[in-house]
């Protein structure tokens, strides 16, 4: 029922002699459906399933992959849903708000304002309380612990890369919002005792919170990672000249739909980084998905 197996290809431009960079296509998992949230629904909502969940609280930014993933799933599964939004400066119908309010009703927006989104989840579980049925909350990014099974396939899929390609990756490169799937990524690399670093790039946390939140996922931290920050549109979300040229350039040159936000940020920061740190051997880069969002930006 889940396909959580993606194909792992050579790029074709190196930024040094001494790699062989790979890209792993997890943004072919799904169309609507960013990669590395397919899987963290593949344990998710099985779960909710078994547990006779009939609500959905829904908390995200109305501009976020993970609410309009969350949508799709929600209606296939029948459940019923309230989103907490946090309240944007401006609310304009585009991007993926206008694909996710194809899923769902004015009604079922709860609007919190910007000075209550710390306690945002509190809110949302005082709401869970007054529903007359069984409900669950899904905190932002999807990273609950009933996702990290799901999550952590990553990492048992490269293993079959490998197998199928017939080498093995010294370096993986992975972008992390919230940090779930870097985390799970870890712990699968660390289980499969898989010797390859992994280089975490940190869009939105920085390394103490990083690592805060490994601890409180997987309980002890690992040490196959390195942290990594971008050096460039530096703020998560914010995109510049230099991302839109290697957005334009990943088109160009590799035949790939990279987005901003996420996937061009990873191409670059990681090109960068193999090309400083003179890294040697078999690299793989992460695209997670997110090519829905690509028509909302201009890239002239
Ligand atoms: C959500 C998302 C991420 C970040 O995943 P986390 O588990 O929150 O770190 C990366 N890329 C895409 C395309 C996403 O939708």
Known sequence: MWNLSSRVHCLNQFPDEKVSCYVKRDDELGCGISGSKLRKYASLFPFLMAQGIKHLIIIAGHQS???????QLAREFKLKVTAFLIKPWKLELQGNYKLSRLFLEEQEIVWIARNDWPKVN????????????????????????????????????????????????????????????????????????????????????????????????????????????????????????????????????EGILADPIYAAKLFYESRNYIKNEQLEGNVLIIHSGGTLTMPGFDYK
């Open 122 to 253: 509190e809110l949302a579980s005082d709401y869970l309380q007054t529903l007359n049925e069984p409900g669950f909350v899904l905190q932002e990014g999807a990273s609950v612990p009933q996702a990290m099974n799901g999550a952590s396939t990553l990492a048992d899929d490269i293993r079959i890369n490998e197998h199928i390609l017939g080498l093995a990756f010294q370096h993986v490169f992975i972008d992390a919002g919230t940090g779930f799937s870097a985390a799970a990524l870890i712990q699968g690399m660390a289980r499969l005792n898989h010797s390859a670093q992994i280089y975490v790039l940190l869009l939105a946390d920085d390394e103490a919170t990083f690592r805060n939140k490994l601890k409180q996922w997987l309980e002890l931290i690992p040490q196959n990672f390195l942290c990594f920050y971008p050096t460039t549109a530096k703020a998560f979300g914010s995109v510049n000249q230099t991302i839109k040229n290697e957005v334009k350039r990943l088109a160009r040159e």
């Open 65 to 71: 992959n993970n609410l309009l993933a969350a949508l």
